[in-house]
């Protein structure tokens, strides 16, 4: 997955900004330019609009020129409305984005299901693949766990499966990282081929890990087993109801993990 603007979502709430450090370290090692977002409103200070963009500018001008000084083309985009959980969304799309980079926040099960969090609004909108950090420290075992589907049942699935494949064997050999693959399986009569995923997503047979159960859990254990410092899934864009169900993989995979999570649509 080729990378030219990598977008931060920075969070006007908390004075560290996880997203920002790991799209710094990514735009680094790819090239990709940086853009630096966030999205205000009357909450985030006193003195209204004006006053508030203004001391958020100058916080994200001094994280443009931190990047610039690594030699990163980093530029920033201020939106003022109360519902940003949406309007990153918009923003992401008229900026071209081609990687959304988000802190991520634990909310539990019940939560996700009453709400619609900023994490579930840009998992079901974005066009664009979107990293969500739950590990503040650097990466150290470099190693990114990616879960693959042995049969897919469509076309769409097929594409997303091969996309999963292709792109954590392209991040293992940028960021010289260990790639692993995961499968889950429910039908114990019908156990996937280890040596065949391993042949198909192109490792040794020793980084296939295909377990029985449910699909979130599995991938939280083998990642906790292995210390994966990321997981890869991918996701097929949904619509209508389907797109209001809450508590599909990824978004429980977010409460689950430590890891950081790249859903890749």
């Known amino acids: 997955m080729a990378l030219s603007n990598i977008m931060a979502v920075l969070n006007p709430t908390i004075e560290e900004q996880p997203a920002f450090e790991r799209a710094l370290v990514s735009a680094e ?155 889950a399986f429910q039908d114990k009569n019908h156990e996937p081929d280890a040596a065949d995923i391993a042949s198909r997503c192109k490792v040794e047979a020793d980084r296939v890990h295909v377990l029985h159960g449910q699909t979130d859990v599995v991938i939280t254990n083998i990642a906790s087993e292995i210390k994966a410092d990321l997981i890869v899934i991918g996701s097929v864009g949904r619509t209508g109801i389907k797109a209001t169900v809450v508590g599909n993989t990824s978004e429980r995979l977010l409460d689950h993990t430590n890891c950081d999570v790249l859903v890749l649509k």
């Open 29 to 183: 090692m790819t090239g990709a330019g940086l853009l630096l977002y966030i999205c205000l409103n009357d909450s985030c200070g006193n003195g209204g609009q004006q006053n508030i963009t203004a001391s958020y500018r100058e916080k994200l001008e001094a994280l443009a020129e931190r990047a610039k000084t690594r030699k990163v083309d980093a530029s920033i985009d201020i939106d003022w409305d109360d519902n940003w959980r949406e309007q990153v969304v918009v923003a992401a799309q008229r900026n071209k984005a081609d990687l959304i980079i988000k802190h991520s926040v634990d909310h539990g099960d019940v939560k996700r299901a009453k709400h619609s969090t900023a994490d579930w609004t840009l998992l079901r909108q974005s066009k664009c693949p979107v990293l969500m950090i739950k590990n503040h420290t650097q990466w150290e075992s470099r190693r990114v766990l990616a879960a693959v589907v042995d049969k897919p049942i469509d076309a769409a699935h097929e594409k997303l499966n091969q996309q999963v494949i292709g792109f954590t064997n392209d991040f293992a050999e940028t960021y010289q990282s260990e790639a692993h693959f995961v499968v």
